[in-house]
């Protein structure tokens, strides 16, 4: 099966298993690999990508460090958090001096393979096999985090990416409904411009914010998924139409004013609390923003809708998949035992304390509850009902192409934020970078 066909199977699985039980706490006497109770002072730093004091997610992270360091008064979780870019730019340097934290995040397929390759990671199937933990995930999920059998980390979600939008705001410009077509999405930044309003959130300063929302346009383009592993596959070329007709559409939106002045100097964070703030009219993210997004000063407000067709092509229920960041445990942690145990913890509470918080649509892991009891709002709902009927879609281009290639996609990209050039160029730049890094 083609990696989309999994991720899909693996979407559609997601969206059935409400109602499944994860296991729950660790024993707080051993760990996976036996832990630590001897009392000695033991420091794991947990490097993490949840910055916002105002999202679900980080506070998830500190209870349940919180609740890990009470039953372990012997141990301290020493938070290393960044954003997205940050981090990754960081593991990059750590990796160098083969120095990582015991606990860091990885991002599946070729994103963690130099990672495994360098020998940094330490297997994590002692961890999954204790107290059923390994059942608690979506069926297939692992199999992105794994090489040779083995699997490497652990995944905190796998989600859709999708279009929120403030109808206040929409409202305000005079748009009566989301777009549905690519040029009803130039015609509503025009309007928003119009009435004030900035069209689109996004924080460009972290690069694959505006990768994510050009593969959107290409799904597009190209009617339908598979183009990345098309050009892997030596069917296609970079220099494609399909491929050339994004980066017109995707400059259009540029032109067009759509996104805040100075995006590229606006991280990811930053960003998302302009939409979250009423700032912006519109942000393309993945669903694992439903809970930030219900839970900000907007939430009222907010709706979601399914990426435009461009030029008449595309189907409106395929998606840009996006299997989550992973946690990945050191294979040279001082403290590789202890680090083991905790985030067999974490992970094994990490379903409930997520639902708990209204912050459990698009989890890598399955959940135990009913979302309309527990009060998810109608936006959750509605997006879950997304999950129900997903056609297919691609994995991100930085998980389907090798490093090289993708950094030189993620910079042509953004430099598509602060000059127009010819699609054709771009399109160079990208074939000749992997006919390079072949």
């Not at 183009?227 to 259009?252: R, S, W, Y």
Request: aromatic share 8%; charged share 20%.
């Amino acid at each position: 099966m083609k990696k989309t066909g999994k991720v899909l199977a693996l979407l559609l699985a997601g969206a059935l298993t409400v109602g499944l039980t994860a296991c729950g706490k660790s024993d707080s006497s051993s760990g996976a690999s036996g832990g630590s109770s001897s009392g000695e002072k033991v420091t794991i730093t947990f490097q993490n990508i949840s910055p916002d004091p105002t999202t679900p997610a980080y506070k998830i992270i500190r209870q349940l460090v919180a609740e890990y360091q009470k039953e372990h008064p012997n141990v301290e979780i020493a938070l290393d958090t960044l954003n997205t870019d940050q981090q990754k730019l960081k593991l990059k340097t750590q990796a160098a001096s083969r120095e990582i934290p015991d606990i860091t995040m990885v991002n599946p397929a070729a994103q963690m393979k130099p990672y495994v390759d360098a020998g940094l990671l330490a297997p994590l199937d002692d961890v999954l096999d204790k107290d059923g933990l390994r059942d608690t995930y979506q069926k297939g999920l692992l199999d992105y985090y794994s090489k040779d059998n083995k699997v490497y980390a652990l995944p905190d979600g796998n989600n859709i990416e999708v279009g929120f939008y403030n109808k206040a705001l929409f409202a305000k410009a005079g748009i009566d409904a989301p777009p549905t077509t690519f040029d009803e999405l130039l015609a509503d930044v025009g309007k928003l411009k119009a009435a004030g309003i900035t069209p689109i959130a996004i924080g460009e300063k972290d690069s694959w914010t505006g990768s994510f929302l050009f593969m959107n346009i290409l799904l597009r383009t190209n009617g339908g998924p598979g183009f990345l592993q098309d050009v892997v596959d030596g069917k296609k070329t970079f220099n494609d139409p399909a491929f050339i007709e994004a980066v017109e559409a995707f400059q259009k939106l540029v032109q067009a004013g759509a996104f805040p002045d100075g995006a590229t100097a606006i991280d990811a964070t930053a960003g998302g609390n302009m939409f979250r703030t009423g700032q912006a009219a519109m942000f393309f993210i993945g669903t694992w923003e439903t809970g930030s997004n219900d839970a900000s000063t907007v939430g009222k407000d907010i709706g979601v809708f399914k990426f435009p067709t461009v030029n008449g092509k595309g189907n409106l229920d395929e998606y840009m998949l996006a299997p989550g960041s992973a946690y990945a445990v050191s294979a040279n942690s001082e403290h590789l035992a202890e680090t083991k145990d905790f985030l067999h913890f974490f992970t094994s509470n990490y379903p409930k304390a997520s639902f708990d918080m209204k912050n459990a649509v698009g989890l890598g892991q399955k959940v135990d509850g009913d979302f309309k009891t527990a009060g998810y709002s109608s936006l959750a709902i509605e997006i879950l009902d997304m999950f129900k009927n997903i056609k297919g879609g691609d994995l991100s281009f930085d998980n389907t192409m090798n490093p090289a290639v993708s950094q030189v996609h993620l910079s042509s990209i953004q430099n598509l934020f602060v000059q127009q050039v010819d699609p054709k160029q771009v399109a160079e730049e990208h074939q000749a970078a992997f006919e390079a890094n072949k």
